[in-house]
């Protein structure tokens, strides 16, 4: 009989599931984003919505490896983590230069609904922080774009991007 403080090993098959639906969310998340359009009909999309989305698979990434390397466990939470309020204070920023109530905004995109995605092969711990590496860096090229608080944020998330690759995950 177990005990209540061990856990069941998790299959590749589970993991693949988890990975599929996931990755679903991700594109409807994706496809929920592109719909949005602005009042003034310049149809830009704000850049601040491929960071934010960015962050969403690197956190989903980082919980998916969770389950496939236990060990790291505590590192991966902490990314995957910041990861999402990465996302959600990008999310907030657009909602507000949109002239939107963040918190229905939040409400609105935390309410996906998530189809499964054809099974890929499991995520890697290379494959995070190559990830993270190339969020890092989008983060820092669009900082060095945009002006005031803005710039600021996204050079926050850069260097917590570097930190997870560098210190959390080497």
């Known amino acids: 009989m177990p005990t209540p403080a061990s856990s069941p090993p998790v299959?590749?098959?589970t993991v693949l599931r988890w990975s599929?639906?996931?990755l679903g969310g991700v594109g409807a998340l994706a496809v929920a984003g592109c719909g949005a359009g602005t009042d003034d009909g310049a149809g830009e999309v704000d850049p601040l919505?491929?960071?934010a989305e960015r962050a969403r698979v690197d956190a989903a990434t980082a919980g998916l490896l969770v389950a496939l390397l236990p060990d790291r466990a505590?590192?991966?939470n902490a990314v995957g983590a910041e990861r999402t309020t990465?996302?959600?204070?990008?999310d907030a920023?657009?909602?507000?230069?949109?002239?939107?109530d963040p918190a229905s905004t939040t409400t609105a995109s935390t309410t996906t609904t998530t189809t499964v995605a054809p099974a890929a092969d499991p995520p890697t711990l290379d494959l995070l922080r190559e990830r993270l590496n190339g969020s890092q860096r989008a983060a820092a090229d669009l900082a060095r774009t945009l002006q005031g608080y803005r710039a600021g944020l996204l050079a926050s998330i850069s260097a917590a991007c570097a930190v997870?690759?560098?210190?959390?995950l080497p």
């Open 49 to 51: 919505i491929a960071q």
């Open 74 to 76: 505590g590192a991966l």
């Open 164 to 168: 997870h690759k560098g210190v959390l």
């Open 86 to 90: 990465h996302a959600q204070v990008l």
């Open 20 to 22: 599929g639906a996931a």
């Open 93 to 100: 920023e657009v909602a507000r230069l949109a002239g939107a």
């Open 11 to 13: 299959s590749r098959r």
